[in-house]
């Protein structure tokens, strides 16, 4: 393992200039290229067209929420997160016997859930504080 | 439509509605009432939620007077532009089945660049060409993959065979030394890592039958190197181009794709793989020390730790996004939305499907980061008519050391927690990306840089990514536990190898004893080799 790191640091420092240059590409020549690799991307998942028509569909639901200045890393954390919040959720359930009490009465779950509680009470208070319109701070975009 | 307040007016209607639409939809799932969670609960929050986020969104902007930020629309051209390019992209998708995917690739690739600016014939039939023939040979000859061939199929079995035999010729004659199995692993893991949603873990599987054909040695350091150069290769694109390779690589696309904007790739890049290297080292030494004494704390997790620590990361995230916080909220559940559709993990009851059978098997989380990130980037461009993704020039090839010195606390602290977490099975590096962003941001004396192009913030995500793998060894060797499906690939390419289960599982009767056990210790000693 070690030694795969170490090579990966001797290889890629000098490559670094190369990589970067893929940005000096036109985009004319440079556009088509990424939505191939994004079509065998999104074809190679499980081989499947329907997965294509997914990302395009996204595609155009990303431009507009990024147009709108909405934030897009949520959405992909969720949707990531999503199949295992919930499967995980159903096993506490099943452990307590449909308490919800179990993610607090246990130390570690208490602890993360009191720090996750207190995360959306501070953006809430910020939220109240401040009239500004809402505008992601952390759009990567303009 | 230029108005911040009435396209907020016009966005929180139609999220509201769709809310709307999902509860209606989520009454009509049928299920058992003697379930812990009744089936309909979820997609009734989720509606909920989308509702509420719709419905404060649209008030918060009925009622916001004051200054209004323009939102920056296309021109009529603009709008012209995308669609074409939509509708290209959709024509590219709807013929591959009959045609043949290196044909309606080297279409695609020809008509898109003539489209974009006509003087560049020649370049156009140069990449059509080249792109339809890359596509075929390194992913349908040599990694196997089943694209469709279309009217290809018969004619490439015998025209291209003596192709393949040089190939196959230059490929015995490279059969030396480990050293250089690695530099292939490494550059072909980089390579493989570049492609949108092809990850560590699908690099490692494709990948997995050449390292097999080597000395079992040459074949595990070919495959360490795979897995970190694939990783690598997703941040080179999250930074150069703003498309993550895979959903952990996405916070490296905040600061590390504004870095390249201001004329910063290679410092961006630099750092990743510096960050990436000490994080590597550190958690290979927490490796070495610790592995016994934490593998029982990995042991205390259970179901609703997991669930808590989700969640946790979850509200860090919505609460990143700062003022936009309904936005944020909004995002959240678009996305939540998305991946309830299909089954039930645990009934299996099919689910908000609106009885279409692709929607059967659910919509995969990949293409969804592909759509986002890489599609809707290309649209950006499309609509501005842009000659290059961005107009600076490069200054800074390398990060300067006050840089590096100033990254020092990101790496040390983005290792730990990148380390920490990723002894828990099941906890995707994703999370510990956006876990180490998030504190370094918080932590940092100049959080205002962050999303600016802050060179921390590519130091952070890259070093918890690297870090995550190292911790993920712990359970590996310890129990023979995988943590997540890059190191379950990895597992049975190293048993195919030789490295047998049994030993795992004797590892676990000594460390459990309580022993700092010698096995558990080689098995450290043999990672690091």
């Known amino acids: 393992m070690y030694i795969g790191n170490v090579i990966l640091l001797v290889l890629n420092l000098p490559l670094v200039g190369f990589w970067a240059r893929i940005a000096l590409i036109p985009f004319p020549i440079l556009g088509p290229l990424i939505i191939l690799c994004s079509v065998i991307g999104a074809y190679s998942i499980r081989f499947m067209l329907f997965d294509v028509w997914v990302a395009l569909l996204f595609g155009v639901v990303g431009y507009l929420l990024r147009k709108l200045h909405f934030p897009v890393a949520p959405l992909v954390l969720a949707s990531v997160l999503s199949q295992m919040l919930e499967t995980s959720l159903q096993q506490s359930l099943l452990i307590s016997q449909g308490s919800w009490l179990i993610f607090f009465n246990r130390p570690i779950a208490g602890f993360f859930m009191a720090l996750a509680i207190a995360s959306i009470a501070r953006g809430i208070w910020l939220q109240v504080r401040s009239h500004a319109p809402e505008v992601a701070i952390d759009d990567a975009d303009e | ?529």
């Open chain 2, 1 to 529: 439509m230029r108005s911040q307040r009435k396209c907020d007016l016009a966005a929180g209607v139609f999220i509201a509605l769709l809310g709307a639409v999902v509860i209606l939809a989520a009454s009509q799932i049928r299920g058992d009432v003697e379930e812990r969670l009744p089936p309909r609960t979820l997609p009734y929050a989720v509606g909920f939620m989308t509702l509420a986020g719709g419905l404060g969104l649209a008030v918060k902007a009925y009622r916001f007077h004051g200054e209004d930020p323009r939102i920056q629309w296309p021109e009529t051209d603009g709008w012209v532009r995308i669609g074409v390019n939509l509708l290209l992209l959709a024509l590219f998708t709807a013929i591959m089945d009959p045609l043949g995917m290196p044909i309606t690739t080297g279409l695609y690739v020809a008509g898109a660049i003539w489209y974009m600016d006509r003087k560049r014939v020649v370049a156009a039939l140069l990449a059509g060409a080249g792109s339809a023939l890359v596509v075929y040979y390194l992913f349908i000859r040599l990694l196997e993959l089943t694209f469709p061939l279309g009217p290809l199929g018969r004619l490439g079995e015998t025209v291209l065979f003596s192709w393949d035999l040089l190939l196959a010729g230059f490929a015995d004659a490279l059969t030396w030394t480990n050293l250089l199995w690695a530099l292939v692993g490494c550059l072909v893991g980089t390579l493989i890592g570049v492609l949108p949603g092809i990850g560590p873990s699908a690099g490692i599987a494709i990948l997995l039958p050449i390292t097999t054909m080597i000395p079992p040695t040459s074949g595990i350091i070919m495959m360490a190197a795979i897995y970190y150069g694939a990783m690598y290769g997703g941040s080179t694109t999250a930074i150069v181009v703003n498309i993550p390779g895979e959903a952990s690589s996405v916070p490296t696309c905040i600061d590390g794709y504004e870095m390249a904007k201001q004329g910063r790739a290679g410092a961006a890049l630099g750092i990743s793989a510096i960050s990436s290297f000490v994080a590597g080292t550190l958690g290979l030494v927490g490796l070495t020390f610790f592995a016994p004494l934490l593998a029982n704390v990995a042991l205390a997790f259970g179901p609703p730790e997991y669930f808590a620590l989700m969640f946790m990361g979850l509200s860090l995230v919505i609460s990143l996004s700062g003022r936009a916080l309904l936005k944020g909220m909004i995002a959240t559940s678009i996305g939540l939305l998305a991946s309830l559709i299909g089954r039930n993990p645990l009934t299996g009851a099919a689910r908000l499907t609106f009885g279409v059978v692709d929607l059967m098997a659910g919509i995969n989380f990949i293409s969804i980061i592909i759509g986002l990130f890489a599609v809707s980037e290309v649209m950006i461009n499309v609509e501005k008519a842009a000659a290059h993704i961005y107009g600076t020039k490069f200054h800074g090839w390398m990060p300067t050391w006050a840089e590096i010195r100033r990254c020092a606390g990101a790496m040390v602290r983005s290792s730990g927690i990148g380390f920490f977490l990723g002894l828990l099975p099941g906890c995707a590096p994703a999370v510990t990306t956006f876990i180490a962003y998030d504190v370094e941001k918080r932590v940092s004396k100049h959080f205002e840089r962050f999303g600016k192009g802050a060179i921390e913030g590519v130091a952070a995500p890259e070093g918890a990514n690297n870090a995550t793998s190292s911790g993920g060894f712990v359970p590996l060797f310890a129990f023979g536990l995988p943590t997540g499906p890059a190191l379950a690939v990895l597992l049975g390419g190293l048993m195919s190898t030789g490295f047998s289960r049994a030993r795992c599982s004797s590892r676990r009767t000594r460390s459990s004893s309580g022993r700092s056990s010698p096995a558990c210790i080689s098995g450290t000693l043999s990672s690091w080799c």
